[in-house]
């Protein structure tokens, strides 16, 4: 055991120091091209949240002056939960409404034909960039669940972008009665959903998930192997569990070997 996470330990270590090395090589570049690192003062920042409280949004709407044109004036893009994306309710009524990019969480249970009613509410002119549909399926349905709502929707020409959300759909509650998720599990419903997206040519936009830079203790797992027994030393959310800084940077390193492989195979196929 003490072997495995020495090991665990050591590949982190390189890992670590091979992101530093390309930090510093994406900074000398800035520097041979004339820019600094305090361009980075001026990047751009953008806002998204979930539209659950329509008394909110709706007061924040605003009309551009020029054109007309209605923007939850609330953040850049906002999306429907899981829970409140009726097709004959208020939150898709409203969203319908605005000209923001829109995102929308589809479950397990999502059917085909549901997304496809969504895409026409909300992206009637198949706008690509107004919809994305994000995915929070659990790791054992994500392979099963995924794979027809892509092939359907894209088959339709809709010009939605598919991100996974691998969080909601792994949460458990821990023997203390904390509310926690596996890291494991995180991880392999983000492995299905690249699979998934492998296999039928189409492409994996991006993930959605909860984390913080703090050292919590709130999701078990990892290469640090917090357990059970440790969510008490600092579980710090209010609401749902977060991936601590150690954590969230396993992940990325494990996203980004994802889409190398996927980008290796598309090169493989051409």
Known sequence: MRATHKSRAESSKGKYEQ??????????????TGGTPEDFDSAE?????????????????????????????????????????????????????????????????????????????LDPDRVPGRLTFITRMGKDKVRDALAPLVEKVTASGAQVAWICDPMHGNTIEAPSGHKTRRFDDVLDEVRGFFEVHRSLGTHPGGIHVELTGDDVTECVGGGHEIDFVDLTARYESTCDPRLNRRQSLDLAFLVAEFLTETARRRRGRR
């Open 19 to 32: 992101l530093a090395d390309h930090i510093d090589h994406a900074l000398d570049f800035m520097r041979a």
């Open 45 to 121: 920042f953008f806002v998204s949240h979930e539209g659950l409280l329509l008394d909110y949004e709706s007061a924040l709407t605003r009309a551009d002056a020029r054109t007309g044109v209605r923007y939850a004036a609330s953040g850049h893009m906002l999306w429907i939960g899981e829970r409140t994306r009726d097709l004959d309710g208020a939150r898709v009524e409203y969203f319908s409404r605005v000209a923001n990019p829109i995102g929308v969480k589809l479950g397990p249970a999502t059917t085909a034909d549901t997304a496809l009613r969504l895409v026409d509410r």
